[in-house]
């Protein structure tokens, strides 16, 4: 195998991962200001909680509850992600 044609793999794979994985301006700068990452992303897609709790199956008081925490699990970032429409990976920072 050509060394071009490793890099030339490497590299598209990277800007997949890449595109999928994007956090918008609004988002960091939400958490710039002190947001946490699901109440973040949650505002800038202009959901309620209430809205966010139907697409989850859980009660709007679980969903805020969720909102005040700093580092959720593995299994409830992929839950929210999933409600969101976004990568768990998103809600890592």
Do not use: Y
């Amino acid at each position: 195998m050509s060394g071009r044609s490793f890099w030339s793999r490497l590299g598209r794979s990277e800007n997949i991962n890449m595109e999928n994985d994007l956090i918008p301006h609004e988002v960091v700068s939400l958490i710039v200001d002190g947001a946490l990452p699901v109440r973040a992303w949650r505002e800038h897609l202009n959901l309620t909680q209430d809205e966010v709790a139907k697409r989850m199956g859980i009660s709007q008081p679980a969903s805020a509850q969720q909102e005040t925490v700093a580092k959720p699990r593995k299994a409830t970032r992929e839950k929210i992600a999933a409600a969101f429409g976004i990568t768990a990976n998103q809600l890592e920072l």
